[in-house]
């Protein structure tokens, strides 16, 4: 990556450029459901943005990552979801979303968090660790885009819930 980027956490004045560059990052992803930046602002308003990260460039932000609590059925504690991940079209496949990935994993690891679920595309997300977990499911989602990354140990076994801030459309 040649760009100067900073990774940072966001702060409340970061609230309507996340919203901007959310559905500018979305907006022509067909598979998308267009909800994405009423996901960040529900999760934002529940307390539920365990980390949410920013990039910025020259003072501007280009790129943004959540990271929120997830439920387990079996009891598994200390797992968490990443997503919605946001990067402006103009600046996409020039690893800012990776830059964001990599630092906000690593702060879950600091944490004390266990591992990390997503749903996404799996030719992007394998070169993160993240894999296809036999045993454990998103309901409603296909497995081939459900993915898991443990952090030590084992994946946890059972249903998975994302919060839910997940269910916002407007």
């Not at 919605?84 to 690593?106: N, T």
Request: with cysteine; proline share 5%; charged share 20%.
């Amino acid at each position: 990556m040649n760009l100067k980027i900073v990774i940072r956490d966001k702060t409340g004045a970061d609230a309507s450029a996340i919203t901007e560059v959310t559905v500018a990052a979305f907006k022509t992803l067909e598979i998308s459901s267009h909800t994405e930046q009423f996901i960040v602002s529900a999760l934002r308003a529940a307390g539920a943005l365990t980390i949410s990260l920013v990039a910025e460039l020259d003072g501007r932000v280009i790129g943004h990552i959540a990271f929120s609590p997830l439920g387990m059925s079996d009891g598994t504690r200390n797992w968490y979801g990443l997503g919605p991940v946001s990067v402006l079209p103009e600046y996409q496949r020039q690893g800012v979303g990776k830059a964001l990935i990599q630092e906000g994993l690593a702060r879950l690891k600091k944490l004390g968090g266990q591992g990390c679920c997503l749903v996404g595309h799996p030719d992007y997300y394998r070169k993160f660790g993240f894999k296809n977990t036999p045993g454990l499911a998103l309901a409603g989602v296909p497995p081939e885009v459900f993915f898991a990354l443990p952090f030590s140990g084992d994946s946890p076994q059972g249903t998975v819930s994302f919060h839910d801030a997940f269910r916002a459309n407007g």
